[in-house]
């Protein structure tokens, strides 16, 4: 993990990141940093949640497989957010590896920090 440092001197340690984005944790301000699509955006832990749920909803072999002339574009709004994202296809499956790989790398922190204190204890 790489630290981050940004304008206002808040400090971000990333999570998880691919060659579409990344997402960062930020201690201090208990929040995330999702860089993606072209913007940074700040998530608290609910609302990530929101995001994930969100784009696992998105059926994409349905979408791949339509033949209906609908345009190859999701709307993502999260409720009680102030981020929107207008996502293609491609972008879609960028956005859900990138929160796959994220939640993964906490689930495995969250492993390693339990383990370690089973042995010192």
């Given amino acids: 993990m790489q630290n981050l440092t940004i304008q206002s001197s808040v400090d971000f340690v990333e999570v998880f990141s691919t060659k579409a984005g990344a997402i960062y944790q930020s201690d201090l301000e208990n929040c995330w940093y999702v860089d993606f699509a072209g913007k940074l955006a700040r998530f608290d832990y609910r609302n990530i949640l929101k ?49 796959q790989g994220t939640f ?18």
């Fill in 51 to 99: 995001l994930k749920k969100a784009v696992y909803h998105i059926d994409i072999e349905d979408l791949l497989l339509n033949n209906t002339k609908s345009p190859d574009v999701e709307i993502l709004f999260i409720c009680a957010c102030d981020h929107c994202y207008v996502l293609s296809l491609i972008e879609i499956i960028a956005l859900k590896e990138l929160l």
């Fill in 104 to 121: 993964v790398m906490l689930e495995l922190n969250h492993i390693i920090y339990d383990r370690l204190h089973r042995i010192i204890s």
